[in-house]
């Protein structure tokens, strides 16, 4: 089975910098994906890794370390439309090859 | 455009009352998967398919089923709904070779009450 950990809430100042970190455990490992979610909507895809190190995206970047079964996602010039819940996701060789399984999210808040 | 069409968005529904919750995508993607989301718990996956005919459970597949007759379609079916399936809903699809960074694309989701 697979055990995926991120913080459950975070709370952040607009234009700051935050690091929402996720830990996990699996076998076969075969990439690592961030998504956010507004409340009550649908997750929509924010990066993803496979190889070990950072990937950036605009205000998005993200971090993988396979060794150490750790990935973060780091937001940048923080603006209150981020605040959202951020789900980290791994994907292992079973069911069929491209099963996700997700954590249970970090609820990021953005504060004047 | 691109997605993946749930519906319905919202659904109350009594306790043993067959349902069907429908779920098509544009993009001809292999992969289609059913998640249920709840408070707590994250999105677990209900059922997954490879390609038409060939469905599996996911993690949490009690008290639902599934059918792939197109590759379009893949809707959700319970045949006697239960209040622990209340629950937010959201059907994924995806390639199952290709760009290894293509991940899910999720339909806007179906918030299914049972009373």
């Known amino acids: 089975g697979q055990n995926i950990d991120q913080p459950t809430e975070m709370t952040a100042t607009e234009g700051a910098i935050v690091q929402i970190n996720c830990t996990y455990q699996t076998s076969g490992f075969n990439g690592l994906f961030w998504y956010q979610q507004h409340a009550g909507e649908a997750p929509t895809f924010l990066s993803y890794n496979v190889l070990d190190g950072l990937e950036e995206k605009g205000r998005f970047s993200s971090f993988l370390s396979r060794s150490k079964g750790y990935s973060y996602l780091l937001l940048k010039e923080l603006q209150m439309k981020d605040s959202a819940s951020y789900l980290c996701a791994v994907r292992d060789r079973t069911g069929g090859g491209n099963k996700l399984t997700f954590g249970t999210g970090t609820q990021l808040k953005v504060e004047l | 455009e691109a997605q993946v069409t749930q519906n319905p968005r919202y659904l109350i529904t009594v306790t043993g009352k067959k349902l069907t919750v429908t779920c098509s995508q544009n993009?001809?993607?292999?992969?289609m998967s059913w998640y249920r989301q709840d408070p707590g718990l994250g999105l677990r996956q209900i059922y997954y398919?490879?390609?038409?005919?060939?469905?599996d459970k996911g993690d949490v597949p009690e008290g639902y089923k599934v059918s792939r007759k197109e590759k379009r379609n893949f809707p959700l079916i319970l045949e006697s709904p239960s209040p622990n399936q209340t629950s937010l809903y959201f059907c994924?699809?995806?390639?199952?070779?290709?760009?290894?960074?293509?991940?899910?694309?999720f339909g806007s989701g179906t918030r299914l009450t049972v009373v």
């Open positions: 994924a699809s995806s390639l199952r070779q290709g760009p290894q960074g293509a991940g899910y694309t």
């Open positions: 398919s490879m390609n038409v005919e060939v469905t």
């Open positions: 993009m001809n993607h292999e992969y």
